[in-house]
């Protein structure tokens, strides 16, 4: 038996972890042994609610304030937070 590591990227409203999701990505290093995630919604709705469910936070953003209009033009999600979990599979 070995361990393999699913990663949990969740884009946040804002920087802390109780504010609503807006973006998300799920990447199975399990291949599909570990717990299954929804495919067309988000599998939480806050960071806090991926931690209750087991979920370890790896990294949060560094947070930066924004010049000018920079709030409203388009561009990468700044509010990302990282997750992981182990998962046990066969060898």
Do not use: C
Request: glycine share 10%; no cysteine; charged share 20%.
């Amino acid at each position: 038996m070995s361990e393999r590591q699913q990663i949990l990227y969740l884009w946040l409203s804002e920087g802390a972890l109780d504010t609503p999701v807006v973006g998300w990505a799920f990447h199975d290093g399990a291949a599909g042994f570990g717990p299954a995630l929804p495919d067309e919604e988000p599998p939480y709705g806050t960071g806090v609610a991926a931690l209750q469910d087991g979920w370890m936070l790896l990294q949060s953003p560094a947070l930066q304030p924004l010049a000018g209009d920079a709030a409203h033009r388009p561009g990468y999600l700044a509010s990302e937070f990282v997750f992981e979990r182990r998962i046990a599979v066969d060898d």
